[in-house]
């Protein structure tokens, strides 16, 4: 039987401390537990959890659509380094998909996690080696071949469980 799912996030945030982006994704579909995981180990750690639409959405409301386009990332990135400690847990990223921001949501992660460990619960698949989120067609649809992450799996379910990717190049998006 398989660990509780903040157990096993946790035994694999000491494997991101030496890459280079120090990512970890906590991949499943909606009402997997990613959100429960987030706020036991929050809870259990100390560790700040950031709520991201909610955050992101407050400061983009006064905001034009090109505005809202142009600041996503240093506003993300202003969230993030507002917070104390060396790790941050980030939930609810759905809004950093949307067309309209123009943003690649694992590129944004990946620079967030340059200089702190991040934490974010994706809500979408790993097939092993490739990351999705949404639908293919669907507008916010996203996929990535090898994403330079370490990825654990909501799901015990999954065929192919949970890896990492580390020493792999950058992932290449791809819209469906």
Same mark, same amino acid.
């Given at each position: 039987?398989? @660990?509780? +799912? *903040?157990?096993?996030?946790? @035994?694999?945030?000491?494997?991101?401390?030496?890459?280079?982006?120090?990512?970890?994704?906590?991949?499943?579909?909606?009402?997997?537990?990613?959100?429960?995981? +987030?706020?036991?180990?929050?809870?259990?750690?100390?560790?700040? +959890?950031?709520?991201?639409?909610? %955050?992101?959405?407050?400061?983009?409301?006064?905001?034009?659509?090109?505005?809202?386009?142009?600041?996503? @990332?240093?506003?993300?990135?202003?969230?993030?380094?507002?917070? !104390?400690?060396?790790?941050?847990? +980030?939930?609810?990223?759905?809004?950093?998909?949307?067309?309209?921001? !123009?943003?690649? *949501?694992?590129?944004?992660?990946?620079?967030?996690?340059?200089?702190? =460990?991040?934490?974010?619960?994706?809500?979408?698949?790993?097939?092993?080696?490739?990351? =999705?989120?949404?639908? *293919?067609?669907?507008?916010?649809? %996203?996929?990535? !071949?090898?994403?330079?992450?370490?990825?654990?799996? @909501?799901?015990?379910?999954?065929?192919?469980?949970?890896?990492?990717? *580390?020493?792999?190049?950058?992932? =290449?998006?791809?819209?469906?």
């Amino acid at each position: 039987m398989a @660990a509780p +799912l *903040p157990e096993r996030v946790l @035994a694999r945030v000491a494997e991101v401390g030496g890459l280079y982006h120090r990512l970890l994704l906590v991949v499943g579909p909606p009402r997997s537990g990613k959100t429960g995981a +987030l706020r036991d180990i929050a809870a259990a750690q100390g560790w700040p +959890l950031l709520n991201v639409n909610l %955050r992101l959405s407050e400061l983009l409301l006064e905001l034009t659509q090109k505005q809202r386009a142009l600041r996503t @990332a240093r506003l993300i990135g202003d969230i993030v380094n507002a917070t !104390a400690g060396d790790v941050v847990l +980030l939930d609810n990223i759905e809004l950093l998909f949307g067309p309209d921001l !123009a943003q690649d *949501p694992l590129r944004l992660l990946q620079g967030l996690s340059r200089n702190r =460990t991040v934490v974010a619960a994706w809500c979408g698949e790993f097939d092993g080696t490739t990351l =999705t989120y949404a639908e *293919p067609g669907h507008p916010e649809a %996203r996929r990535y !071949a090898r994403p330079e992450a370490i990825v654990v799996s @909501a799901e015990t379910s999954w065929p192919h469980g949970e890896m990492a990717s *580390p020493t792999a190049p950058h992932g =290449t998006q791809e819209t469906a």
